[in-house]
């Protein structure tokens, strides 16, 4: 079943903000608030002396409409499109990179919450170095997709979640090894995604192919 996104107040204090053992965190993260307006905190899950794997959120003053205007705009993040349907957010990527540079142990992205003024974002890893891949192109399919759920007659969404999976297809995914173009590839962003609206406390399914919602058990990766 979807799960709402990780409530940092559950974490250990150990593993948030500078308590995480990385060389140039801080340096990640005010380049991440600077380049998109926002507050951002960041979380180890599970880390141990092998790699770290992180969850980051950013915390937003601007609608989700606002923000991909934005991102539109390129006043935020700097969105590069790298073939006819493939779009890549090269600020998000390089800052990455160059975290992953400074430290020896690998540094994974399990996670990546968005919480704007009206609506919360969460986006699951899929497979290795999934969500800076596909980010730029979550990113169009927001833009894109976004007037056909929030005319619903459902309303405005509160929380959405990417992406979702069929329950026999998430356990199958679960026990798998991940690879770009494994079980799990990027094309598993783009068919359906969990939204949560305001008024509703059950998840309904958008699927992405039909723009529209539809009945149906889905789940997150967890």
Not at 121 to 129: F, L
Request: aromatic content about 12%; glycine content about 4%; charged content about 25%.
């Amino acid at each position: 079943m979807l799960k709402r996104r990780i409530d940092y107040s559950k974490i250990s204090n150990f593993t948030i903000g500078n308590n995480i053992s990385l060389y140039s965190l801080d340096s990640f993260r005010n380049n991440l608030e600077m380049e998109y307006f926002a507050e951002v905190n960041i979380a180890n899950i599970d880390g141990d002396d092998k790699g770290s794997d992180l969850v980051i959120e950013f915390q937003s003053n601007f609608s989700l409409v606002e923000f991909l205007n934005q991102i539109k705009k390129r006043n935020i993040g700097q969105v590069n499109r790298m073939s006819i349907d493939d779009y890549q957010d090269m600020t998000f990527t390089n800052s990455l990179e160059q975290l992953r540079a400074q430290n020896i142990r690998p540094i994974g992205l399990e996670e990546l919450n968005f919480c704007f003024s009206d609506c919360e974002i969460t986006i699951k890893m899929i497979y290795p170095n999934s969500i800076e891949d596909q980010l730029g192109n979550i990113f169009r399919k927001l833009e894109r997709h976004y007037k056909h759920f929030a005319s619903s007659n459902s309303g405005q969404p509160a929380e959405i979640f990417i992406p979702v999976f069929e329950e026999n297809l998430a356990d199958n995914l679960d026990q798998a090894c991940f690879t770009k173009d494994g079980p799990s590839s990027k094309k598993d962003y783009f068919n359906f995604w969990g939204i949560y609206f305001s008024h509703n406390d059950d998840a309904v399914i958008y699927d992405l192919k039909t723009r529209s919602i539809i009945s149906g058990d889905l789940y997150m990766l967890s």
